[in-house]
């Protein structure tokens, strides 16, 4: 097998002439121009492609590669793996580096591209979502959990499915709410999202969410969950986190730690919906935010502040979490006078 190389040790890098600190600063914007998790794929698939060139007989030049191999070894990934995804960042990674590098990129050849389209097409499986949760769902939950209760493990799962369906939230924006990050006024509350998926210049933004004054309503919810599991508004914590069981006080308490792992708030939810009949395997933690998106759509929502309010940046992103219901789609020929 071949050594581990970074791709700032390939072409131009390797024989750049200037000052560490120079040279340390260049591959370090180059490096922030992506998310740290796509550059260390970027990373990661980059090496492997490597590895595979030292390991072919005789061993195949890996930088600066030729359209003829990268093709063979996306063929070679492909059977190997049949994963779309896998191909994709083998492919992303080898452009990456080599244009980055001031090289001739062999992923522009026609070959390579023909070779990609045709492992996406092999490999494509049909894709299986998670159904949207209904706010009939939600209902069922906020009466099995949040009426009349105490308990704070009941008011907690109730105030996470509200939240996430209100704001459109994802698993990684709700459990990252801090205290801090919550403003009440009359009638809404403001949620500050610090970090989101597609925010990637790290500014923020505000979900607002209105009070309905209703038994499902998450402004109410969150209200009573900050107050039973007594969260100062001075709190800079993470409002969702692990329970403890006090023996002393026989009450749940908070635990000091960070915020609460996504096995652990799949589990919740599923349990959840399982104690109030629904069949579970149809539902994920995604389901919260598909319903909230789905029932804005078909409630006729502006595109703007439906892709506002869900943080989307494509109608592509904002489109695949609408399911629209037997009404609005017959609208569709009712709309053709015949």
Known sequence: MGPVIDV?????????QTSGENLADLKFFCEKSKSESTFRKYRYAFNSWIKWCYSQSPK????????????????????QFNSVAKVNEAFYAISWAHEI?????PCHSSLVVSVLEGARRLSAKPVT?????????????????????SS??????????????????????????????????EDHLSLYISKSKTDKYKTGSNVIVSKTNNVTCPYGMLQLYLKIADIASDSDCFIFRALSFCKKSGKYKLRNSGPLSYSRARELLLNALESVGVDKSKFGLHSLRSGGATAAANAGVSDRLFKKHGRW??????????????????????SLNI
């Open 8 to 16: 700032f040790q390939t072409g131009r890098w390797a024989s750049i």
């Open 129 to 149: 979502k998670k159904e949207p949760i209904t706010s009939e769902i939600l209902q069922q939950i906020v009466n099995r959990y949040g009426t009349g209760s």
């Open 60 to 79: 195949v030049q890996h930088f600066p590669a030729s359209d003829f191999n990268v093709s063979i070894y996306l063929i070679n990934l492909s059977k």
């Open 313 to 334: 940046r494509s109608d592509n992103a904002k489109d695949g979490y609408v399911h629209e219901n037997v009404k609005s789609l017959m609208s569709v020929s009712q």
């Open 152 to 185: 704070l493990p009941d008011i907690r799962i109730s105030c996470m499915c509200l939240l996430s369906y209100a704001a459109f939230l994802r698993f990684s924006e709700l459990v990252n709410l801090k205290r801090s990050d919550i403003t009440f006024y």
């Open 101 to 105: 590098s001031g090289t001739q990129n």
